[in-house]
T-cell receptor, first 109, second 112 residues
């Protein structure tokens, strides 16, 4: 089976840097996804990590350590529009995603 | 030019009724999914279809029946609706295995 843990809520201020952690257990690792979901909207893809290390994509970066069962999403230069839920997910049976319960990030001015 | 579309966006109905939600994708993807997001925002897979064949059924009650007339469409029919079925239902699609999924805008179902 699979298990994913994320903090429930985080708060930060505009311009700051925030790191959202995700720890997981899985019987067969096949990559890890991060999705962003604004209130009342659909989840949108942010990143996919399959190898260890840091991948940077603009203000967002994602890190993976397969040996530790650990990933994080790093958001730099926070903006108000970054207030959203951030979902960590593992592929199941090759295709469908198993999501964590999500981390709700609130950015204040 | 919407990638994944769902209808209706909102659905309010009474307990015991039967309702359907439709989903269409124009991305040429082979795999489509239905996810349920409950009031606590937990997003959970319900069904997955690959090229019109069911490949996952996550112990969903048999009141829920997905139907895929072709690989661009995946509909969800729900019989005898219950209060606990109130949630947001998202359709999604993906191309190659272990690839990013594209989600539809969601259907907010409220059962009264």
């Amino acid at each position: 089976g699979q298990n994913i843990d994320q903090p429930t809520e985080m708060t930060a201020t505009e311009g700051a840097i925030v790191q959202i952690n995700c720890t997981y257990q899985t019987s067969g690792f096949n990559g890890l996804f991060w999705y962003q979901q604004h209130a009342g909207e659909a989840p949108t893809f942010l990143s996919y990590n399959v190898l260890d290390g840091l991948e940077e994509k603009g203000r967002f970066s994602s890190f993976l350590s397969r040996s530790k069962g650990y990933s994080y999403l790093l958001l730099k230069e926070l903006q108000m529009k970054d207030s959203a839920s951030y979902l960590c997910a593992l592929p199941q049976a090759g295709t469908a995603l198993i999501f964590g319960k999500g981390t709700t990030l609130s950015v204040s001015s | 030019d919407t990638a994944v579309s769902q209808t209706p966006k909102y659905l309010v109905t009474q307990m015991g009724n039967d309702k359907s939600i439709k989903c269409e994708q124009n991305l040429g993807h082979d795999t489509m999914y239905w996810y349920k997001q409950d009031s606590k925002k937990f997003l959970k897979i319900m069904f997955s279809y690959n090229n019109k064949e069911l490949i996952i059924n996550e112990t969903v009650p048999n009141r829920f029946s997905p139907k895929s007339p072709d690989k661009a469409h995946l509909n969800l029919h729900i019989n005898s609706l219950e209060l606990g079925d109130s949630a947001v239902y998202f359709c999604a699609s993906s191309g190659l295995a272990v690839n990013e999924q594209y989600f539809g805008p969601g259907t907010r179902l409220t059962v009264t």
